[in-house]
């Protein structure tokens, strides 16, 4: 059974950091991309950053390049996303998933819960 669990979330301020952990279970990850993907309150989920071991490749949002760090721990099948220089806009519930890779929605087929990000002062 394929699964799913983000964690790493919380409270900071403006121009912190944090790390985010997508620990995998049921496939190896160089079987699925994993997608990071956030959704603020009021808004419609977006995805941020994606890691293909399989393809070898990694994408971002523009709003995050430079900022936001993806990687991938095959030994612990995890996957990190590295959030540093955190803005107010990036307060969301950030979640992750499996699927072929990119940052549209539709093409993930597993979903874990989200962790929530608040940045403020």
């Known amino acids: 059974e394929v699964q799913l669990q983000a964690s790493g979330g919380g409270l900071v301020q403006p121009g912190g950091s944090l790390r985010l952990s997508c620990a995998a279970s049921?496939?190896?990850?160089?079987?699925?991309?994993i997608g990071w993907f956030r959704q603020a309150p009021g808004k419609g989920r977006e995805g941020i950053s994606c890691i293909s071991h399989k393809y070898g490749d990694i994408c971002y949002l523009d709003s995050v390049k430079g900022r936001f760090t993806i990687s991938a721990d095959n030994a612990k099948n995890t996957v990190y996303l590295q959030m540093n220089s955190l803005k107010p806009e990036d307060t969301a519930n950030y979640y992750c998933?499996?699927?072929?890779?990119?940052?549209?929605?539709?093409?993930?087929?597993?979903w874990g819960r989200g962790t929530l990000v608040t940045v403020s002062s």
């Open positions: 998933a499996a699927g072929p890779g990119g940052l549209a929605l539709h093409l993930y087929e597993w």
């Open positions: 049921g496939f190896p990850l160089d079987y699925y991309a």
